[in-house]
């Protein structure tokens, strides 16, 4: 499968404890968008990286979340000290084709906090 | 900052009938418009994109969409409605207009269709 591949599919967390979500981006791609939906919202720009390199994070809260893409290995989304609001739907992307807006999603990680 | 607007959180066609979706924008700059579609528990699907060429583009599953700049509006459109179209569709804009992948989305039309 030479899609975007997220895991988990399913996360449930309690309050406090932490969330990490990885992300493989498209074979042979080396960039990397995350994006979360909220419940009956539309989804919105986290971060954009690429690999060792964060190039764009003015999505991405102040506090508690942080977003990494070793040189090895999937890019990973961490969430320290999950809250109820934090439950969402989480999504990486890869870009098609750089520079035109176009974006292969994976299926996502559902997180829940209860 | 760009926005996007898609009135109607819900719309219910028959099958065979005509699917409108309407998605307005606000841009200072002429925009990088999408519509994506999302099955259940799925990631987002390209449908199409319009990127200043065509005013009338095409996308898959026989769906279209034209774009306004009078009206700012790029609504999407399909002739007849097929079962298989029940899904939720988001509306999105490039944030810089340089057609990069930062895009700003709609809170999304969901789509049923009645046998």
């Known amino acids: 499968n030479a899609g975007v591949m997220q895991n988990p599919r399913h996360l449930v967390r309690r309050r406090g404890q932490e969330a990490r979500l990885r992300c493989s981006p498209m074979?042979?791609?080396?960039?990397v968008y995350w994006y979360r939906q909220l419940p009956e919202e539309g989804l919105k720009f986290m971060v954009y990286?690429?690999?060792?390199?964060?190039?764009?994070e003015s999505g991405m809260p102040k506090e508690r979340f942080s977003a990494e893409f070793p040189k090895e290995g999937p890019s990973i989304l961490r969430i320290q000290q999950v809250v109820r609001g934090d439950s969402a739907a989480y999504f990486c992307?890869?870009?098609?084709?750089?520079?035109?807006?176009?974006?292969?999603f994976g299926e996502g990680s559902r997180l829940t906090v209860l | 900052a760009q926005s996007v607007t898609q009135l109607g959180s819900h719309v219910s066609v028959s099958e065979g009938a005509l699917v409108l979706l309407r998605c307005n924008y606000s841009?200072?700059?002429?925009?990088?418009l999408f519509w994506y579609v999302q099955y259940p528990n799925q990631g987002l699907q390209l449908l199409l994109k319009?990127?200043?060429?065509?005013?009338l583009v095409k996308g898959i599953n026989g769906f279209e969409a034209e774009f306004k700049k009078s009206e700012t509006s790029f609504h999407l459109t399909k002739p007849s409605a097929h079962m298989s179209d029940a899904a939720e569709y988001f509306c999105?804009?490039?944030?810089?207009?340089?057609?990069?992948?930062?895009?700003?989305f709609g809170t999304g039309t969901r789509l049923t269709i009645i046998p």
């Open positions: 992307a890869s870009p098609i084709t750089g520079g035109t807006g176009e974006l292969f």
């Open positions: 074979k042979g791609h080396s960039h």
């Open positions: 990286l690429q690999k060792e390199n964060i190039i764009d």
């Open positions: 841009s200072s700059v002429p925009p990088y």
């Open positions: 319009y990127t200043s060429a065509a005013t």
């Open positions: 999105a804009v490039s944030e810089d207009n340089f057609g990069n992948e930062k895009l700003t």
